[in-house]
């Protein structure tokens, strides 16, 4: 059985990967006129660390 700590080290780095993907969603949408898309939601852009930038 793996070491607990590396598993959530593992996850973290996971959960990174994905946090990484989603802000580069986040910067394609308007680049491709979603932005325009009454249906697609409206959101804070967020930074990696997971907290909404205001302003």
């Known amino acids: 059985m793996r070491d607990v700590m ?3 080290r593992a996850k973290e780095q996971e959960l990174l990967k994905v946090k ?3 802000e580069a969603l986040r910067i394609a949408l ?3 006129g979603a ?3 009454p249906l697609v939601p ?3 852009p ?3 660390n997971g907290t909404a930038k205001l302003g």
């Open 20 to 22: 990484r993907q989603v």
């Open 35 to 37: 932005e325009e898309d």
């Open 30 to 32: 308007p680049l491709l």
């Open 42 to 44: 409206r959101a804070l």
């Open 6 to 8: 590396e598993l959530l």
């Open 46 to 48: 967020v930074n990696i």
